[in-house]
């Protein structure tokens, strides 16, 4: 039990570093050759930190862990809503806008809602995967015709220098670094659901989801201490869609994954989870730390009834 939990923890590590060299390293060699910030967020940037769920998510699937491929997508989803934007808000309150209510929020919870609906087949189908893939690429034809770009933070967070030769290797080195980390968490989540006799799917979408959400909570922390609640906000909804368009529809598309009944338990609170949010972001226009206390009781009280089921 304690070499899987080292295992977990080296894991969350690699896949928090080989995030960081991505995002800097990819962003810096695009500027270099002359591509646009926009192109810069909308791609680089966007993949980078949602890197960790992807690479955990697929190769958990094809190790044949649907549970933990699945779980991994919807706990994060709802750790970004729960205990991130939660642990936020009770930072410092949150304002939010039309766009972000309107558009991406609605946007999140149809997708939510649809993954809800497809859940009942009991499979997420190629099918439904390439529907996802499409939606996402839709998403981002749309904002880049608009000239908006998601991930503002962290190229703010870029250090003002030009590529260096070593930017190279630190992002295939990112890459591999995920790879692996991906490869071992599926392992370390696996042992540790055998070693307290609780299903792969309650590691999955709690334990596991946890560690491959430390991009989204290190970029949300540095935002706050700047007061970009606005970036936060779309970079927390944001990254909530990429998983489920890009993250789940990719691997859907490349491996079918098996939809069990907790899947569909824990759907059911995220759709629930993203409506709550949209009420709160509209209800004044902001997030107050009473309600951003509440997300967190939510998750802390969905984490108790997932390992005491």
Same mark, same amino acid.
């Given at each position: 039990?304690?070499?899987?939990?080292?295992?977990?923890?080296?894991?969350?590590?690699?896949?928090?570093?080989?995030?960081?060299?991505?995002?800097?390293?990819?962003?810096?060699?695009?500027?270099?050759?002359?591509?646009?910030?926009?192109?810069?967020?909308?791609?680089?940037?966007?993949?980078g930190t949602s890197a960790p769920e992807f690479l955990v998510t697929l190769n958990a699937a094809f190790q044949g862990e649907e549970a933990i491929s699945l779980s991994n997508v919807v706990g994060s989803n709802i750790f970004n809503l729960g205990f991130i934007l939660g642990i936020m808000a009770m930072i410092k309150p949150l304002t939010s806008n039309k766009r972000i209510v309107y558009r991406d929020g609605m946007l999140l919870f149809l997708t939510t809602v649809a993954i809800y609906a497809v859940s009942f087949t009991g499979m997420m189908s190629r099918t439904f995967g390439a529907a996802l893939v499409a939606l996402l690429v839709g998403y981002l034809v749309y904002l880049g015709v608009r000239k908006e770009s998601p991930g503002e933070d962290e190229l703010d967070e870029l250090p003002e220098r030009a590529a260096q030769w070593y930017d190279y290797p630190l992002l295939l080195g990112g890459f591999l670094s995920i790879a692996v980390g991906g490869?071992?968490?599926?392992?370390?989540?696996?042992?540790?659901?055998?070693?307290?006799?609780?299903?792969?799917?309650?590691?999955?979408?709690?334990?596991?989801?946890?560690?491959?959400?430390?991009?989204?909570?290190?970029?949300?922390?540095?935002?706050?201490?700047?007061?970009?609640?606005?970036?936060?906000?779309?970079?927390?909804?944001?990254?909530?869609?990429?998983?489920?368009?890009? +993250?789940?529809g990719l691997t859907?598309? #490349? /491996?079918?994954?098996?939809?069990? $009944?907790?899947?569909?338990?824990? !759907?059911? @609170?995220?759709?629930?989870? +993203?409506?709550?949010?949209?009420?709160? #972001? /509209?209800?004044?226009?902001?997030? $107050?730390?009473?309600?951003?206390? !509440?997300? @967190?009781l939510i998750s802390l009280v969905r984490w108790y009834q997932d390992f005491t089921a």
């Open positions: 039990m304690t070499l899987y939990i080292l295992e977990f923890l080296l894991a969350a590590a690699m896949l928090w570093f080989g995030a960081n060299w991505i995002v800097t390293s990819a962003s810096l060699i695009a500027r270099k050759w002359g591509i646009s910030e926009l192109v810069i967020g909308l791609t680089v940037v966007a993949f490869h071992f968490m599926v392992e370390a989540a696996t042992g540790i659901a055998l070693a307290l006799g609780v299903s792969t799917w309650v590691i999955g979408v709690t334990v596991v989801a946890a560690g491959t959400s430390l991009p989204e909570m290190v970029t949300c922390l540095a935002a706050s201490v700047k007061g970009k609640s606005n970036m936060m906000l779309g970079n927390l909804i944001g990254s909530d869609f990429f998983n489920f368009a890009g +993250v789940l859907a598309l #490349l /491996r079918p994954l098996a939809v069990s $009944n907790e899947a569909q338990s824990s !759907l059911m @609170v995220l759709v629930g989870m +993203v409506a709550l949010v949209l009420v709160m #972001l /509209r209800t004044g226009w902001r997030i $107050n730390r009473r309600e951003g206390a !509440l997300l @967190v």
